[in-house]
């Protein structure tokens, strides 16, 4: 591999970094005081390597017990600490960044890994340049529950459940719309969401919710696989659903789903000459007329 080019003039270089993890044992995504995070123990893997403090941003927050194999974050290095990352001696054929990604898979616990670093294009932001974000939530309608080699990532159902009813409920809300009666309530954040994809399917005792949304308010996707489970169950009508759209604040009629079904599977962005266009987008408040 030739010499890594550092850029020059001083300042910053954003790297983006892709990342998986099992959530069961991480209080989140997002960096908190005595708690383990997963944003945490990046930045401190990452600060490690680097010797200097770095604070990662990642595509979404995810919440307590909740997975991921396609979360996508940026971190800010100062060009003089980008070095460190680089061993004295190289592979052949390897990429610029791959024996920091062998780093932090030594550095790393077992339950979350960097799959990749490369250097972000101008105008990447990992949280505002996103186009959406895709989640899988799983679970398992079989008698004996889920098998062992699942448990941490499928969701037991003790009932049984009408996928042909949640899929109808699901279509009623697709679309632009105020989901406050799906989000857990934070100041000054807004509830409108595009949500784009939200299907079912059964195979077997597996049955597979697949969600997709330009972006997702504090515990929505666990939200609206509740709400459609009770669907599921023949406890609410499939209209019901769409009827809470009109709510203006976390409905109390059902409960948000377990969080070890739900992963993150991935996080699109536009082309690299749409990036800044797309973050000033995204900034932007957004209304339902």
């Given at each position: ?20 993890y099992d959530g069961t ?38 919440d307590t017990g909740v ?36 780093r932090l898979g030594r ?183």
């Amino acid at each position: 591999m030739s010499e890594p080019a550092i850029e020059s003039g001083g300042g910053l270089v954003r790297l983006r970094l892709d990342i998986a993890y099992d959530g069961t044992e991480f209080a989140g995504w997002a960096v908190q005081t005595g708690q383990r995070t997963v944003a945490g123990v990046l930045e401190e893997a990452l600060s490690t390597v680097f010797r200097t403090a770095v604070v990662v941003r990642g595509a979404g927050r995810t919440d307590t017990g909740v997975h991921a194999t396609g979360q996508v974050a940026h971190v800010d290095v100062p060009e003089e600490a980008l070095p460190h990352a680089y061993p004295r001696a190289t592979r052949p054929g390897d990429s610029e960044f791959l024996p920091l990604v062998r780093r932090l898979g030594r550095f790393l616990s077992r339950d979350v890994r960097v799959l990749d670093v490369k250097r972000a294009a101008a105008g990447f932001d990992a949280r505002f340049s996103a186009l959406r974000r895709h989640y899988v939530y799983r679970l398992s309608t079989a008698p004996f529950g889920v098998e062992p080699h699942e448990a941490r990532f499928v969701t037991a159902w003790p009932r049984p459940l009408d996928v042909d009813a949640m899929t109808e409920a699901s279509r009623k809300l697709l679309g632009l719309h105020d989901f406050a009666a799906f989000c857990r309530h934070r100041e000054g954040a807004t509830t409108i969401r595009d949500l784009q994809r939200l299907d079912w399917s059964r195979e077997g005792a597996r049955v597979t919710a697949h969600v997709s949304a330009d972006a997702f308010c504090w515990s929505m996707v666990r939200s609206l696989v509740g709400a459609l489970l009770a669907v599921g169950e023949h406890r609410r009508e499939p209209d019901w659903c769409a009827s809470l759209l009109a709510a203006d604040r976390r409905s109390s009629e059902f409960a948000a789903a377990p969080p070890q079904g739900l992963t993150l599977v991935g996080v699109d962005y536009p082309s690299d000459d749409q990036l800044e266009a797309r973050t000033k987008v995204t900034r932007d408040l957004r209304v339902v007329d």
